[in-house]
Structures are given as structure tokens and as C-alpha cells.
């Protein structure tokens, strides 16, 4: 991150190769829509550019990058407010190793999908992406307890529900 | 969980490596606003350089004068590094954070208000109200404006995600401590006036940086398309 700020093109490439998948991942479970979420993957590196001056050495960059990434996806599902939602296609959301094995891969992810969108967040922030309950709840501007409640009541849903689909 | 790997765009690249050019990180968002000290001070003994210490400094003592000031501008000065930390991606506060700041503030206002009434009662003389209450208003507004541009250039080259609460900490934070300085030449302690003009004009402070911080954040995020 100080060779990018120092002005490193291929700084910048390194940055992207490590965060852009992890990124287009959290960006489709946001969005859940891939598309959508690709065009909000480069809108989100142009911002990172923009703000890499906001960026202090020793702090931890996914978090700041992710924050970013975040801010994207608000400003866009403010663009398209206007227009009608569809939840219908669930896209390929990211699977917490928890639960990966409980249920047939098409079951957990429509399990995963029904879980509340800001569970499903912080769930997904902890255990797909490993932040910690301190850092989801700087990215989310809410504090950590609530974070680790959000995302224990996430899994304990998702558990639910997969304990359904098992029923049949 | 395994990862596909995402290609580069080359029209991405391509944008980044014209706008590419070495940048200076920004400092912590508490060494900045400390960095903001000389001017709070400046605040601070402005009013009393320019129109003298309020009349009843004597009766109400030196804690109540100078030391309710004081704590009034690390109050302000403490909204400042949060707006500041607030504007920085990845910091953002929680909101029992932004609670406990504006409670922090309204209680210490509140409570100094009440200490100095209840120590030295001082009304105005009847048909001088209105021009007190628009001296003080004023006063206090116009004090906060250098604060406001500062704090207000330094959260802006951060990167505020949420800059109507970024404008909010340091508007109002630029109230307290142009507030703190302009009580040090007003000794009308009645809460009416108190609350009607000088608190108002914190408030105000705080308002001007929240419609200051979101125009800021406009034009910026429209001349970057």
C-alpha cells in the first residue's frame, strides 16, 4: 500500500490481484446480482484510488478497502431505488466453512440467501472473509458486539434453515 | 474457500496509471486536530483580547471562567478528531460512539450553563435583549468559520463515506470552541440567552458543517466521474 501511495502502477496491480476476488465475492453477496457486482468492483478501485492519500500505514488495509467497497454498493442501491427489485436469482454467494458440507452446495447458498442482508453481512464478513467483530464494526459504524450478534444469529438462521431443507 | 482469480481490466489499469502520482498519507486523525490547537487557543483569548473578560470573572471564579472554557474547547477539539477519524474508510465510529460525543457536549453545555447562572445570575437590561441575543449569535457563528474551513478542508482529504455525520462532529465541535471563547466576554448568564444565542450558535455551527460537508462531498464525488 506505501509503494501504491508512493506511486507504483505495479503496486496497484499486486493490490488488485490480492483484494479483487475476495471483493467481487462480497460485492455479489451485496448485490446479489454477479453483473452488477463487476461493474461495482471497478467503480470500487477507482474510489480506493481516489482515497489512497486517507490510507495510514499500520492500519489493516481489507477493512478500509472493503469499507470502500461497501460505500459503492450504497451509492448504487440508492441509483436504482427508483427501479424494481428482484431477489428472485440467487447468485453465487460465498459459503462459511462451518456449514459447507451440511447441505448440497444449491441448498446452502438458498439457505444462505433467506438469511436478514445485514446477518448475512456481518456472517459472511467473519467467517468467509475473517475479518474481526472490531473491524466489521468500524466498516459498518457499529460496535462489535453487535456485530458478533449479528453474525451469531446469522449462523444460528442459516443452521435453521438448513436444518429444514434437510427435513424436506 | 477457494477464490477464482479476477482479471485486471486494462481500461482500469489505464486510468489509474495516468492519474498514477505519489501521494503523502495523512497523519492520525488526533495528531491533526491537535495540529488545530494554536487556532482553538487563538479562539479562546480572541473575544477577551478584543472586548475584555466578562464582568463577573471574580464572582464566579477562575474554574468557572478559564476552566470551564478549557474544557469546553478539548470538548470541541475532541469532536474535531472524531470527525476526523469518522472521515477516514474503515473508521468509521459507531453510533453509541456519536451518542456518547453529542451527549458528552450537550451535557457539558448544559451543565456550565447552569453552574455559572446559578453562581452569578446576570439578566439583561430590559430592550437590550434582541441585540445581545444577535451580538452573541453572531459572534459565536462567525468565531466557528475558521474552524469550519480547516476541519472542514482536512476531513474532505480523508475520504468521508458518511460526511453528514463527519460535518455534524466537527460543526459542532467548531461551535464549542468558538463558544468557549466567546463566554469568556459575555457574563449574561440567564439560560435564555445562554441557550437562545450561544447554544443556538453551536448548533448553527453544526448545521453549516453538515450542509458544508455534504456539498463538499457532492462536487467531489461529481467532478471524479
Given at each position: 500500500?506505501?509503494?501504491?501511495?508512493a506511486?507504483?502502477?505495479?503496486?496497484?496491480?499486486?493490490?488488485?490481484?490480492?483484494?479483487?476476488?475476495?471483493?467481487?465475492?462480497?460485492?455479489?453477496?451485496?448485490?446479489?446480482?454477479?453483473?452488477?457486482?463487476?461493474?461495482?468492483?471497478?467503480?470500487?478501485?477507482?474510489?480506493?484510488?481516489?482515497?489512497?492519500?486517507?490510507?495510514?500505514?499500520?492500519?489493516?488495509?481489507?477493512?478500509?478497502?472493503?469499507?470502500?467497497?461497501?460505500?459503492?454498493w450504497?451509492?448504487?442501491?440508492?441509483?436504482?431505488?427508483r427501479?424494481?427489485?428482484?431477489?428472485?436469482?440467487?447468485?453465487?454467494?460465498?459459503?462459511?466453512?462451518e456449514?459447507?458440507?451440511?447441505?448440497?452446495?444449491?441448498?446452502?447458498?438458498?439457505?444462505?440467501?433467506?438469511?436478514?442482508?445485514?446477518?448475512?453481512?456481518?456472517?459472511?464478513?467473519?467467517?468467509?472473509?475473517?475479518?474481526?467483530?472490531i473491524?466489521?464494526?468500524?466498516?459498518?459504524?457499529?460496535?462489535?458486539?453487535?456485530?458478533?450478534?449479528?453474525?451469531?444469529?446469522?449462523?444460528?438462521?442459516?443452521?435453521?434453515m438448513?436444518?429444514?431443507?434437510?427435513?424436506? | 474457500?477457494?477464490?477464482?482469480?479476477v482479471?485486471?481490466?486494462?481500461?482500469?489499469?489505464d486510468?489509474?496509471?495516468?492519474?498514477?502520482?505519489?501521494?503523502?498519507?495523512?497523519?492520525?486523525?488526533?495528531?491533526?486536530?491537535?495540529?488545530?490547537?494554536?487556532?482553538?487557543?487563538?479562539?479562546?483569548?480572541?473575544?477577551?483580547?478584543?472586548?475584555?473578560l466578562?464582568?463577573?470573572?471574580?464572582?464566579?471564579?477562575?474554574f468557572?471562567?478559564w476552566?470551564?472554557?478549557i474544557?469546553?474547547?478539548?470538548?470541541?477539539?475532541?469532536?474535531?478528531?472524531?470527525?476526523?477519524?469518522?472521515?477516514?474508510?474503515g473508521?468509521?465510529?459507531?453510533?453509541?460512539?456519536?451518542?456518547i460525543?453529542?451527549?458528552?457536549?450537550?451535557?457539558?453545555?448544559?451543565?456550565?450553563?447552569?453552574?455559572?447562572?446559578?453562581?452569578?445570575?446576570?439578566?439583561?437590561?430590559?430592550?437590550?435583549?434582541?441585540?445581545?441575543?444577535?451580538?452573541?449569535?453572531t459572534?459565536?457563528?462567525?468565531s466557528?468559520?475558521?474552524?469550519?474551513?480547516?476541519?472542514?478542508?482536512?476531513?474532505?482529504?480523508?475520504?468521508?463515506?458518511?460526511?453528514?455525520?463527519?460535518?455534524?462532529?466537527?460543526?459542532?465541535?467548531?461551535?464549542?470552541?468558538?463558544?468557549?471563547?466567546?463566554?469568556l466576554?459575555?457574563?449574561?448568564?440567564?439560560?435564555?440567552?445562554v441557550?437562545?444565542?450561544?447554544?443556538?450558535?453551536?448548533?448553527?455551527?453544526?448545521?453549516?458543517?453538515?450542509?458544508?460537508?455534504?456539498?463538499?462531498?457532492?462536487?467531489?464525488s461529481?467532478?471524479?466521474?
Open positions: 500500500m506505501a509503494a501504491y501511495q506511486g507504483s502502477i505495479e503496486a496497484f496491480e499486486a493490490l488488485y490481484a490480492a483484494l479483487a476476488a475476495p471483493l467481487l465475492a462480497y460485492l455479489t453477496t451485496l448485490a446479489r446480482d454477479r453483473t452488477v457486482a463487476q461493474d461495482l468492483l471497478q467503480e470500487a478501485f477507482l474510489h480506493i484510488h481516489r482515497s489512497r492519500r486517507a490510507y495510514r500505514a499500520g492500519l489493516p488495509v481489507r477493512p478500509w478497502v472493503f469499507t470502500i467497497a461497501r460505500y459503492v450504497l451509492m448504487d442501491r440508492r441509483l436504482r431505488s427501479r424494481p427489485q428482484s431477489d428472485q436469482e440467487l447468485p453465487d454467494l460465498p459459503v462459511p466453512a456449514v459447507d458440507g451440511l447441505a448440497e452446495r444449491d441448498g446452502l447458498r438458498r439457505a444462505l440467501g433467506a438469511v436478514l442482508p445485514d446477518r448475512r453481512e456481518a456472517l459472511l464478513l467473519h467467517h468467509v472473509w475473517g475479518f474481526s467483530f473491524e466489521i464494526g468500524q466498516m459498518l459504524g457499529i460496535r462489535p458486539q453487535a456485530a458478533k450478534l449479528r453474525s451469531s444469529r446469522g449462523m444460528g438462521d442459516l443452521r435453521r438448513l436444518s429444514e431443507i434437510a427435513r424436506g | 474457500m477457494g477464490e477464482e482469480q482479471r485486471l481490466p486494462a481500461e482500469l489499469r486510468i489509474i496509471a495516468r492519474d498514477l502520482h505519489p501521494v503523502a498519507p495523512l497523519g492520525s486523525p488526533v495528531r491533526r486536530a491537535v495540529g488545530m490547537l494554536p487556532l482553538a487557543v487563538a479562539l479562546l483569548v480572541a473575544a477577551v483580547i478584543v472586548f475584555g466578562r464582568r463577573d470573572a471574580s464572582r464566579i471564579g477562575p468557572l471562567t476552566g470551564a472554557s474544557i469546553q474547547m478539548l470538548l470541541g477539539l475532541a469532536l474535531v478528531a472524531g470527525a476526523l477519524r469518522e472521515a477516514v474508510p473508521t468509521t465510529l459507531p453510533r453509541r460512539m456519536l451518542g460525543a453529542f451527549g458528552t457536549a450537550a451535557i457539558a453545555v448544559l451543565t456550565i450553563t447552569f453552574m455559572t447562572w446559578t453562581t452569578s445570575p446576570t439578566l439583561i437590561a430590559p430592550g437590550y435583549e434582541t441585540r445581545a441575543w444577535g451580538i452573541c449569535l459572534g459565536t457563528i462567525l466557528a468559520l475558521p474552524v469550519l474551513a480547516v476541519a472542514g478542508w482536512l476531513a474532505a482529504r480523508a475520504y468521508p463515506l458518511r460526511p453528514r455525520i463527519a460535518g455534524a462532529l466537527y460543526g459542532i465541535g467548531a461551535g464549542l470552541l468558538a463558544d468557549a471563547g466567546w463566554r466576554f459575555c457574563h449574561f448568564s440567564h439560560p435564555t440567552h441557550l437562545g444565542a450561544h447554544t443556538l450558535g453551536i448548533v448553527l455551527s453544526g448545521i453549516i458543517g453538515v450542509v458544508g460537508a455534504t456539498v463538499v462531498s457532492r462536487r467531489s461529481v467532478s471524479s466521474r
